[in-house]
């Protein structure tokens, strides 16, 4: 049974019946919003969103995975590369992220997840986004945060998985923000561990 995830709330990363997550996915779906007036196709441009996420000890980063560092130095965090254009409202998703939750480092005790708009349209201007949380061996969908529409802001810090007491944990954070890449984003990430 899939959660919808409220900004600020906790899920811990466990099996349904028992038993901890090996391999989870979050992925990230949009589709440019729908725009109205005769001349609208003609105006219209692709929307870029790209999926990161950055690896933290304590607060410091340590690795990052994005669409140009495709893997974790380690090996434990996988990016399936670059979409351009979103999924035109297909439901799928558009990028992903695996992680391999037993091969992360024990010094990574943070891996914060963003979504930026590499081409700098507001989230205004885009439709059906969504984050998601899924176990990787099953493609059971654990958890879901929707992106909601109409916002004037070009990014959004949206969830972290952390370790606590030695067993992950997912945080919905939804936190909106402005930039491009998830460099943009690090002073206000920080804010979040």
Same mark, same amino acid.
């Given at each position: 049974?899939?959660?919808?995830? /409220?900004? $600020?709330?906790?899920?811990? &990363?466990?099996?349904?019946?028992?038993?901890?997550?090996?391999? @989870?996915?979050? /992925? +990230?779906?949009?589709?440019?919003?729908?725009?109205?007036?005769?001349?609208?196709?003609? !105006?219209?441009?692709?929307?870029?969103?790209?999926?990161?996420?950055? &690896? !933290?000890? $304590?607060?410091?980063?340590?690795?990052?995975?994005? !669409?140009?560092? +495709?893997? =974790?130095?380690? /090996? =434990? @965090?996988?990016?399936?590369?670059? %979409?351009?254009? $979103?999924?035109?409202?297909?439901?799928?998703?558009?990028?992903?992220?695996?992680?391999?939750?037993?091969?992360?480092? *024990?010094?990574?005790?943070?891996?914060?997840?963003?979504?930026?708009? !590499?081409?700098?349209?507001?989230?205004?201007?885009?439709? %059906?986004?969504?984050?998601? &949380?899924?176990?990787?061996?099953?493609?059971?969908?654990?958890?879901?945060?929707?992106?909601?529409? *109409?916002?004037?802001?070009?990014?959004?810090?949206?969830?972290?998985?952390?370790?606590? =007491?030695?067993?992950?944990?997912?945080?919905?954070?939804?936190?909106?923000?402005?930039?491009?890449?998830? %460099?943009? +984003?690090?002073?206000? &990430?920080?804010?979040?561990?």
């Amino acid at each position: 049974m899939t959660v919808n995830l /409220g900004k $600020g709330q906790k899920i811990t &990363l466990e099996k349904p019946g028992g038993g901890s997550l090996r391999t @989870v996915r979050m /992925g +990230l779906g949009w589709q440019a919003a729908p725009r109205k007036g005769f001349l609208s196709k003609l !105006f219209a441009s692709e929307i870029d969103l790209d999926a990161s996420a950055v &690896l !933290f000890s $304590g607060k410091r980063p340590v690795d990052v995975v994005y !669409f140009q560092h +495709l893997t =974790s130095d380690d /090996g =434990s @965090v996988r990016h399936s590369g670059d %979409n351009l254009t $979103g999924g035109a409202g297909q439901g799928g998703d558009d990028e992903t992220i695996v992680v391999d939750l037993e091969r992360v480092p *024990g010094e990574i005790d943070q891996i914060v997840f963003t979504v930026s708009s !590499f081409t700098g349209q507001t989230f205004a201007e885009v439709g %059906n986004a969504f984050c998601r &949380l899924v176990d990787e061996a099953t493609g059971q969908e654990l958890a879901r945060y929707t992106l909601t529409g *109409g916002e004037r802001h070009t990014a959004q810090i949206m969830a972290k998985v952390h370790r606590v =007491s030695g067993a992950w944990q997912m945080t919905a954070i939804g936190a909106p923000s402005h930039g491009r890449t998830f %460099n943009d +984003l690090m002073p206000e &990430l920080v804010t979040h561990l």
